[in-house]
């Protein structure tokens, strides 16, 4: 059950992430003066999607909170870097973000760093 905690940290944590990118990228950039980007803000604040991946940050931390019953933080915490490989993969599908060779790299050092860190000593 501990796993499953994991996996609804990750999956909220990632579904929030994509959710506030594909939501900002559809009103634009921010603006250059004051008054402006606060209304630009307070629109993205009342966008119902926008909440959701507030809601979904909420729910990871949910997860979160459980997982910490079953696992030392040392543990599990390297599991979270899953959420940088997921937010990758689905940022090239949902967005067309380019794939670069440093990213690759990032990539393998990262899942390099979840199985030496995830081992029983």
Known sequence: MGY??????????VYGQLMLKWRISKYGTLPAELMDKVIF????????????????????????MAAMTKFDISYAYPFM????????????LLFNEP???YKIIGLILIIAGILVTSQSA
């Not at 870097?81 to 993969?89: A, R």
């Open 4 to 13: 499953l905690y994991i996996f609804g940290t990750i999956f909220f944590t």
């Open 81 to 92: 870097s899953l959420s940088f490989m997921l937010v990758f993969f689905l940022s090239i």
């Open 41 to 64: 803000l307070l629109k993205l604040l009342l966008d119902p999607l926008v909440l959701s991946g507030f809601l979904s940050a909420f729910v990871a931390s949910m997860f979160w």
């Open 99 to 101: 794939i670069t060779t």
